[in-house]
């Protein structure tokens, strides 16, 4: 059982989950009795934090004993994600394991004061940018957060700006991977698909499936949702867009040369291409091959037959996101570091 099973039943955000947890004002009373409500009917018990002393292994000097987890941008639950909300699992298990208590918190406007951080609340925070933000604005979100408390920026794409450590997955070897399993299943005519290109991460994780194609001698195209003409250029000159999936799929469907091996940028775009796929009499499995990205079990279930999907490490990027911002925290100066985490390839039962 986790936050995110709370915040689904009691029907808010999990950031108001945790400040009913945390008894943080800010909340109306008839959501606090929703949100107990919810906690007593899925018995749900948060992860005690054991206090570390003076003179144990990795004890961490603490004023607060908090750490605040900020999803900031148009957020729309964004921490309920399912991978999100394994990321946000990873921080958990971390947090309890080294005697922190987290404050999350949603900030749509990233540009407004956060005042968990004006009011001291937190020694420290992990953040994520959500991926309607535009990457111009990063280094100057990161570096102000950096200005008030040490931060730790987890998942997007590989870099670091705002002089902030990153923890994130790798998007380029997972796009290499995804390429690599099209090609074992002989696959000649490959496609990565996306329903949000202007997210950077997955861009980057397109072109790199894109490049590892290209470097196999057999080029691919992409697929891409989007009316932006300035999205479509950034990637290359094989690329298909329409406004919709619906009709993206459609455009397959009457191809000529239709593909034949599929690189579906989540998860949560192939639960929606399947029906597509089907309605236009191309059957999964069998007309054209699918590899997925980010193994969230709860949507590749409903699929038949399953997909491959890559599993980026999710719960593995928020334990060490915390282990980073514990050292951070411990040494404020120094340069900022870009920690990956590997994918592996989880292939479905046979």
Known sequence: MSITEVAKAAGVSTATVSRVLNELPGVRDDTIQRVRTAVAALNYHPRRSRRGRPGEPGFVKRETGNI???ALGETRDWLQLPVMASVVAGIQRAAGDFGYRLILDEVPNPDRPISLLQGRQCDGAIVFLTGKLPVSSYAPILSEL??????????GMEMTVGG????????????YIACSYLHDKKCERLAYLTENPEWAFLRLRGQAFLNAAFDSGN???SYIVTTNPLIAESFGK???????L???VSIIAKSKVRPDGIFAAN???????????LKNKIRPGRDVTIVSCDNEEI??????PRPASIDIGVEEIGFRAVVRLRARMERPTGLPLVIQVAPRLVLPAA
């Open 68 to 70: 605040a987890v900020l």
């Open 146 to 155: 950096r200005g008030r408390t040490p931060t730790v920026w987890v998942m």
């Open 164 to 175: 902030v450590d990153h923890v994130t997955p790798d998007n380029i070897g997972t796009g």
């Open 219 to 221: 080029p691919a195209t």
């Open 238 to 244: 094989h690329v298909v867009s329409a406004p919709t």
């Open 246 to 248: 619906d009709e993206l």
């Open 267 to 277: 998860d949560a775009t192939t639960s929606r291409l399947y029906p597509l796929l």
């Open 299 to 304: 949507r590749l279930s409903a699929m038949v």
